[in-house]
Each structure stands twice: as structure tokens, then as C-alpha cells.
Nanobody
Framework: VQLQASGGGLVQAGGSLRLSCAAS????????MGWFRQAPGKEREFVAA????????YYADSVKGRFTISRDNVKNTVYLQMNSLKPEDTAVYYC?????????????????WGQGTLVTVSS
């Protein structure tokens, strides 16, 4: 599956952004999807994941209550709605996919990755 992320930009602290990730090449509903991020000088970290149907989601503690992951299996797109953004949310955000049969709560087995989109939150 090929993944194309978009929607990054510059936003003030407290603001909102919505990231999108369009998938192509394989049946979208056969994949669980995730968002990860990598801040300057730091390792990539898990942000959120969603199962094939959208019925189950999983979040990192640092974004719980502020970010929402969703998907549209007709549009072959996964979204990350980010509210109440903080300067520490500044990072390159990546979308990723893994086969739907894999355990959603495992974050180390995403095998397909898109290019990143930069989110910068100013204080």
C-alpha cells in the first residue's frame, strides 16, 4: 500500500490541525492504520492507531483527549484531528499501515509508511 500524508503546517499553541493520509494500491479496509511522529533530535513515537473498520482506536497518553484518529474506507483516507496543540507536539507526522489481522495495540509492526508532514506549533 502507498501512503501520502498531508495537512501539516504552522499553528499557534491552542490551535487545531487535521492531517490526512490517502492510501492506494491495496484494499484500504484490509489495513489497520496509525500515526507516528518524530520531533527534532528525538526518536519516532507512536501517536494513534485505528482498526480496519474504525470501531477501535488507541492513543498515546500524551495526546489522549486532544487528538482523534478516524478513517473513511470509501475515500481510502485516515485522518488525525489535532486540537489544543502544544509546542511539544511539533514534529514530522507519519502515517503507517499494517495488516488488519495484527493486534492493534502493538505499535512496532507497522510495515508500510508514508512520507512525513511537518507540524509546527508556536508558543
Amino acid at each position: 500500500v502507498q501512503l501520502q500524508a498531508s495537512g501539516g503546517g504552522l499553528v499557534q499553541a491552542g490551535g487545531s490541525l487535521r492531517l490526512s493520509c490517502a492510501a492506494s494500491g491495496r484494499p484500504f479496509s484490509s489495513y489497520a492504520m496509525g500515526w507516528f511522529r518524530q520531533a527534532p533530535g528525538k526518536e519516532r513515537e507512536f501517536v494513534a492507531a485505528i482498526n480496519w473498520s474504525g470501531g477501535s482506536t488507541y492513543y498515546a497518553d500524551s495526546v489522549k483527549g486532544r487528538f482523534t484518529i478516524s478513517r473513511d474506507n470509501v475515500k481510502n483516507t485516515v485522518y488525525l484531528q489535532m486540537n489544543s496543540l502544544k509546542p511539544e507536539d511539533t514534529a514530522v507526522y507519519y502515517c503507517a499501515a499494517k495488516p488488519a489481522y495484527l493486534r492493534l495495540l502493538t505499535t512496532t509492526d507497522f510495515g508500510s509508511w508514508g512520507q512525513g508532514t511537518l507540524v509546527t506549533v508556536s508558543s
